[in-house]
């Protein structure tokens, strides 16, 4: 009891531990940002794979081990620990530079994306909670928006530098040494300085008198109209970021751009994500979650209903902030209103759950997005998730109340 005695919320109170928290998230959105504007190349330059659906494979494989890890992370995470599913999640991402340059077929580099997908959801998922435990009630969307601030900005920084590389050197294997020194930083910043945040659970939920879920797989799945709003609304985020990330190079690639002006395009939407975040995320704690989720989901759904029709550099690249400022409205006020909705005890598990629907987005986004392009074109697809992410907004706007109660169930 001592022990937690001494434990205190607070972002202001535990900055310390918070800003390493930050700086990882950094190195594990970094990972992605690795493949996030070579990839369609990489697949086609080495392996002569031209099919949409066969490229966009790795973005599925990625999406589906992510979606699960997330939610076995929000399982476990009580029973492990934070900190150890963390180390996991970056032992598990050392091998996957590696492979990516070594692999000698593409059974391989799917291999290595159902790694940095396993990764992905054991260190993100990890962080993200960690966050919350920190900083207790007050700030929560602030916590989120520089979590997902730190992750996707750093997603943008090394997708701009992975498309930078990739034009002067090629895209193997000089971009994905970035990778190799990302995972080691990543495992050694966590092994030394990350400390486990149970304790700070154990405190507040002192204080908590909320009732507990009888299935908070199923109630944050759908049946709460607040977490299944969200829970919709991420898996529909990710479906859309998915397209982006396997269709828009493809895009680019058949409108003649070089690789640099690629990587500077599918650089902005992430960054211009992350930046908004560091003060999306703020706004969440303040205003109106439904009415940021609802205008986040729309714009997105606009910017991305105007993509093919702009062909121009600097019109696509007003577009891709568009949909970035869309993304960031949505993001971090997802994972505060999760937050929110959830008692103490049962929070990860919900975040987890969450995270695995949203991140399934992943692999219904590579599917559909991959199977339209190639039976009907490139734009057809984009066009059919445009209107899927609107559909999304409308039903926040008609679900979702406009306060946030507790889960009682």
């Known amino acids: 009891m001592a022990k937690t005695d001494k434990v205190k919320l607070g972002l202001r109170e535990n900055w310390q531990q918070f800003a390493i928290l930050v700086l990882v998230n950094g190195f594990v959105g970094g990972m992605v940002g690795m493949e996030r504007s070579i990839f369609p190349q990489f697949a086609e330059a080495e392996f002569g794979i031209s099919s949409k659906t066969a490229i966009l494979s790795f973005i599925a494989a990625f999406g589906l081990t992510k979606a699960l890890a997330n939610y076995y992370t929000g399982r476990l995470a009580n029973k492990v620990g934070r900190k150890?599913?963390?180390?996991?999640?970056?032992?598990?991402?050392?091998?996957v530079p590696l492979i990516l340059i070594y692999a000698p077929s593409w059974s391989w580099v799917i291999g290595a994306n159902v790694l940095l997908g396993i990764s992905q959801g054991l260190t993100w998922s990890s962080t993200v909670v960690m966050k919350i435990d920190l900083v207790g009630e007050k700030n929560r969307g602030l916590a989120m928006g520089i979590n997902e601030f730190a992750g996707y900005f750093a997603v943008g920084v090394v997708a701009f530098i992975t498309g930078m590389v990739a034009a002067r050197y090629g895209v193997t294997p000089y971009p994905f040494y970035i990778g190799i020194g990302m995972s080691i930083a990543g495992l050694l910043l966590t092994l030394f300085?990350?400390?486990?945040?149970?304790?700070?659970?154990?405190?507040e939920t002192l204080t908590d008198s909320s009732a507990s879920m009888k299935s908070v797989f199923w109630e944050t799945t759908w049946k709460h109209p607040t977490l299944g709003s969200v829970s919709q609304a991420g898996l529909v985020n990710n479906l859309n970021d998915g397209m982006i990330w396997g269709l828009l190079p493809i895009m680019l690639v058949s409108l003649h751009y070089e690789n640099d002006h690629i990587g500077i395009l599918t650089a902005i939407y992430p960054v211009v994500w992350g930046i908004g975040q560091l003060f999306t995320g703020k706004m969440a704690d303040h205003y109106s979650k439904k009415r940021m989720l609802f205008w986040g989901m729309f714009m997105q759904g606009i910017a991305i209903l105007l993509i093919p029709f702009v062909e121009a550099f600097?019109?696509?690249?007003?577009?891709?902030?568009?949909?970035?400022?869309?993304?960031?409205?949505?993001?971090?006020?997802?994972?505060?209103?999760?937050?929110?909705?959830?008692?103490?005890?049962?929070?990860?598990?919900?975040?987890?759950?969450?995270?695995?629907?949203?991140?399934?987005?992943?692999?219904?986004?590579?599917?559909?997005?991959?199977v339209v392009?190639?039976?009907?074109?490139?734009?057809?697809?984009?066009?059919?998730?445009?209107?899927?992410?609107?559909?999304?907004a409308a039903i926040i706007r008609v679900r979702m109340p406009e306060g946030i109660k507790v889960a009682r169930v």
């Open 193 to 203: 300085f990350v400390k486990d945040t149970r304790q700070f659970v154990r405190a």
């Open 373 to 392: 392009a190639d039976l009907f074109g490139v734009g057809y697809a984009i066009g059919l998730i445009g209107v899927l992410t609107i559909v999304s």
């Open 84 to 95: 150890n599913l963390l180390l996991i999640g970056w032992v598990l991402a050392l091998p």
């Open 314 to 370: 600097y019109p696509l690249a007003g577009l891709m902030a568009f949909l970035g400022l869309g993304t960031a409205l949505v993001y971090p006020t997802f994972l505060a209103t999760i937050a929110d909705a959830t008692s103490p005890r049962q929070r990860a598990e919900s975040i987890g759950t969450f995270r695995l629907w949203r991140d399934l987005g992943y692999v219904f986004g590579a599917v559909i997005s991959g």
